[in-house]
């Protein structure tokens, strides 16, 4: 005689979907300039699509190597002096046009007080605006 096999019970419980929670990133254009450290390239000027207290996501015209170190200054004012951080490439997509979609993590803040400061300051100017804050 054959032994049956139990049949195991659907939970009615339903799974809840795991998601990663990234750092709420705000969409507003900042003045920047970068350069790549390892080939010690030239500081070139360029507008951030959007930045978060952890990292920052650029459109550049040339591709970057993941983990690739970049030196990053913020310009928190039109005439004052830049934030300099440094940054890792956490990743790097080719767009329409020819252009790159890059997104840095900074790993050294070299003025955290100035960061801290300017990254408040834009929360403040988006809640008086009105603008949008687009979470993880």
């Known amino acids: 005689m054959k032994k049956r096999k139990k049949r195991k019970k659907k939970s009615s419980k339903k799974r809840m979907k795991t998601t990663i929670i990234r750092s709420p990133r705000m969409m507003i254009p ?15 000027e360029i507008v951030c699509s959007n930045i978060s207290g952890t ?23 039109k005439d004052g002096n830049p934030i300099h951080l440094t940054c890792k490439v956490a990743w790097c997509r080719h767009e329409k046009g020819g252009r790159f979609r890059t997104g840095l993590e900074f790993i050294k803040v070299k003025d955290p007080i100035g960061f801290n400061e300017f990254m408040c300051e834009q929360i403040i100017k988006i ?10």
């Open 30 to 44: 900042i003045r920047m300039d970068y350069k790549i450290i390892k080939t010690k390239s030239d500081w070139k």
């Open 55 to 77: 990292g920052v996501q650029l459109y550049v015209e040339e591709p970057f190597m993941e983990n690739e170190k970049v030196d990053l200054a913020i310009y928190p004012k």
């Open 127 to 136: 809640s008086l605006d009105g603008k949008d804050v687009i979470t993880g």
